[in-house]
């Protein structure tokens, strides 16, 4: 009965509630060129953030979005604190500090997804979209909205006068779960759950005069529904994995995924075909990469886009330098150049664990063309390495590329851990190379982590060379090292672990070995430290670069074992 009451009060709330559109947004009526400050794995140092407000600033960056989680003290869900969370008189200290700089806070708090740092308490189980997963609130439950509505207005408390609130919404994959426990959810399809479900959220804000901004991929999936979303609500656009001149376009709806052009179906160019080809369909000509922000325009939302310099498939060590690279660039040239739109955001996901240092080139590179809108990515790289390194060549993005390809236990998932912070099993690492052997992928593997080690001592090599020859940007040159010597020794410890389970493999033979690769591995283990302990908070570093290098260690000290 609960839920079918909370279903009619969205109904009821998106019939009434007028919806007028505002027609002027951004930072004082201009462009967001703005940064993403992810907070759900790294527990920053206010001084350093600090630093990075004060060099975001300069590089003409003029919003920042909060991603807080459970970085902060708070008091209404108590529960979802790290151990050396900041308090509130901390962080207003960071704030101020922003605002003296000119840049325009903007706070972001999960509405229905993201809530594992919520939904792993007992205390909110009962608030799970699925019993079994703590990913997502469940939209209909008749506590979430009220516990949500108290917690936005301590974080207005917080962040004193804000224009933008962000109430998150994106990869709310429990939805059909929800509507698949609701009897009554014929009369209100799944897309309209989730619509009606921003609406509500929004309307305090919206009474307030703030604009809320939700992520659009769930929007975007959901697009039958698209005409029950305020207009109010403005939408930003993400999509990391494509650039100009890849080849193919993310789709949606229909046929949905990363498709070519000679894999659009009917139905996708009866919905998209105008925004994938406005200027025609003619021989030779390729979809617009970012057609999904021409779509959300037209449909009367004011939309941003938002590339990343660091996501899903990267190394937790470094990231994909030329593949974010084009992407940002390409993302941000859109949402900065198109009339119709509010500028660009750049994403930046810490559950990666590699530092902003890392990602300076992307960071970088979206100041750059808020300053110089015509410009090429090959005059931005050039630009860079000049101004960074005082040099005239293309050898750190070559080096850079070199680290981009993964071997095994260099990224998140081979690593056994996630947005929910939890605790990797013991046995990961065997659990792990059991399943790569029992389908078949050992020799690959293995074969893989070799032609890894290739690269990653190349990358070094071109690293060292360049802090011989630069004539600034020794500091970074030298993280980009570090980056190469510990790749260098993941990958060797990599295939000396997946060997172990070889037929035939004698661990006397290679207990030498092992003891050599543990022992390099524990001293990058201290430089990682050192390293991180100017940039997280004690608890959280810990954890962070246990994640890195704990599990892989155990197992070496296995192998090492007398």
Request: aromatic share 10%.
């Amino acid at each position: 009965m609960l839920r079918t009451i909370v279903l009619s009060l969205l109904y009821t709330a998106c019939v009434l509630v007028p919806c007028p559109s505002r027609a002027e947004v951004g930072p004082e009526n201009g462009r967001f060129v703005g940064f993403h400050i992810d907070m759900n794995m790294a527990q920053y140092r206010a001084d350093y953030l600090k630093r990075w407000l004060t060099d975001l600033s300069g590089r003409g960056y003029n919003t920042i979005i909060w991603e807080l989680e459970d970085g902060v003290e708070w008091e209404t869900v108590p529960e979802a604190r790290q151990p050396d969370a900041l308090s509130k008189d901390e962080f207003r200290e960071v704030l101020k500090h922003a605002r003296g700089l000119g840049l325009e806070n903007i706070p972001l708090l999960q509405t229905l997804g993201h809530a594992e740092y919520v939904l792993q308490h007992e205390r909110y189980q009962h608030l799970r979209a699925n019993p079994d997963d703590i990913r997502q609130y469940d939209p209909l439950h008749p506590e979430v909205v009220p516990l949500l509505h108290r917690w936005i207005e301590e974080y207005l408390e917080l962040f004193g006068e804000v224009r933008y609130f962000h109430i998150g919404a994106d990869e709310a994959r429990q939805l059909e779960f929800v509507a698949k426990c609701e009897r009554n959810v014929e009369a209100f399809s799944v897309s309209q759950i989730f619509m009606r479900h921003v609406n509500v959220v929004s309307q305090p804000l919206l009474d307030r005069g703030i604009t809320p901004i939700i992520w659009a991929d769930m929007v975007l999936h959901h697009h039958g529904a698209i005409d029950e979303l305020s207009r109010d609500v403005m939408l930003f656009d993400w999509m990391y994995d494509v650039w100009r001149g890849n080849g193919k376009v993310y789709l949606w709806g229909e046929n949905r995924g990363l498709r070519t052009k000679g894999q659009l179906t009917s139905g996708n160019l009866e919905l998209f075909g105008k925004y994938l080809f406005p200027g025609g369909d003619g021989p030779g000509v390729e979809p617009e990469t970012f057609y999904s922000a021409d779509y959300l325009a037209d449909k009367g939302f004011a939309v941003v886009t938002c590339p990343a310099s660091s996501s899903y498939g990267d190394n937790v060590f470094s990231p994909r330098l030329e593949r974010h690279l084009r992407n940002t660039w390409d993302s941000a040239q859109k949402g900065l150049a198109a009339q119709r739109l509010r500028g660009a955001v750049l994403t930046s996901w810490s559950v990666h664990l590699h530092p902003w240092e890392l990602q300076d080139a992307h960071i970088a590179a979206v100041g750059y063309l808020s300053q110089h809108p015509e410009a090429s990515k090959d005059e931005f790289r050039a630009w860079y390495v000049r101004e960074t390194f005082g040099l005239e060549d293309g050898r750190f993005w070559e080096a850079g590329e070199l680290l981009s390809k993964p071997s095994l236990f260099t990224y998140t998932r081979s690593l056994g851990y996630g947005k929910a912070c939890q605790a990797v099993p013991e046995d990961h690492v065997a659990t792990t190379i059991r399943k790569i052997q029992a389908d078949g992928r050992l020799d690959e593997e293995i074969e893989n982590a070799r032609k890894r080690r290739g690269e990653y001592t190349e990358s070094l090599g071109l690293f060292t060379a360049m802090r011989q020859e630069s004539v600034r940007g020794d500091d970074l040159l030298a993280v980009w090292g570090l980056v190469a010597r510990n790749l260098n020794n993941r990958a060797e410890a990599s295939e000396l672990l997946l060997l172990s389970h070889a037929e035939g493999f004698d661990r006397v033979a290679h207990r030498d070995q092992a003891r050599d690769i543990l022992g390099r591995m524990q001293m990058l283990h201290a430089e990682y430290e050192t390293l991180y302990k100017t940039m997280i908070r004690p608890a959280r570093r810990q954890q962070m670069i246990g994640y890195m290098f704990e599990a892989v260690e155990d197992a070496l000290e296995g192998l090492a074992a007398p």
